[in-house]
């Protein structure tokens, strides 16, 4: 490492005057765009070996905490769906020149396919981590939907960490206007989907669906058959590392 990878990261100010954090590498192109999951940051194993990846490999590359997530300004229970599209279009649109290869774990799978439709012509590649589009619709019961009308919010615990899992209405209410899992996704360029078939949150079957939706013929599901929702051990890095590798070679 490098005494640059130690310094804080660099703060973007948002139009509101909120500071989104973020690390940016800069290397050959197309440059590497890292979404973190639900309650995760730029700051996690996957997106860190994949750094140290872009670094020995001389590929450019930028991290970034969503509003109220690591780093960041804001309070978590107030970003959306939405509104972290949103975070991530802002700092590519200011920071990124040229095409963009987009790496989405969980959640930021859901978000790398709300930019590749957003932004087709710099997207020139997605890869997902346990993508997990739509989980507003399938991940709650009817319990849940219930307990967010009322009270706005749920709390659970969470393997994954010290503090509670929260879900506001704001974000299911986002969730739910974002689904893609209901049409043909409109996405042309080359998509890897990584997933774990032990995964405890998101059901592999997803995957599956995912590909079938996507409009590109150039599409890859990856199966892991002892693989959880994390895929942070070492072979599952192993696999993210080559499967980035490959796909920016091939573009």
Request: glycine share 10%.
């Amino acid at each position: 490492m490098t005494p640059t990878d130690f310094a804080p990261p660099a703060l973007f100010v948002r139009p509101d005057g909120l500071r989104l954090a973020y690390r940016q590498r800069s290397g050959v192109g197309p440059t590497i765009i890292f979404l973190p999951g639900y309650m995760s940051d730029m700051e996690g194993g996957k997106a860190i070996a994949l750094d140290d990846w872009a670094a020995r490999s001389g590929r450019a590359m930028l991290r970034m905490d969503y509003a109220g997530c690591g780093a960041s300004d804001g309070r978590f229970v107030d970003g959306t769906l939405a509104s972290w599209r949103d975070d991530v279009l802002l700092l590519i649109d200011a920071l990124v020149d040229g095409p963009l290869v987009l790496v989405g774990s969980s959640m930021g799978g859901w978000l790398a396919l709300l930019v590749a439709l957003a932004r087709p012509d710099r997207v020139t590649g997605l890869v997902g981590i346990a993508a997990a589009p739509d989980f507003t619709d399938w991940g709650f019961t009817d319990a849940d939907k219930a307990l967010l009308m009322t009270e706005g919010r749920i709390e659970e615990p969470t393997p994954y960490g010290d503090q509670p899992y929260v879900t506001t209405q704001g974000f299911w209410e986002s969730g739910q206007a974002l689904r893609l899992l209901d049409a043909p996704i409109p996405i042309d360029c080359p998509v890897r989907l990584l997933q774990g078939q032990r995964d405890d949150d998101v059901p592999w079957e997803t995957a599956l669906r995912i590909a079938a939706l996507v409009r590109s013929s150039d599409v890859q599901t990856l199966l892991v058959k002892d693989g959880d929702h994390r895929l942070s051990r070492d072979g599952d890095i192993a696999l993210l590392i080559r499967t980035v590798a490959s796909l920016l070679d091939s573009l």
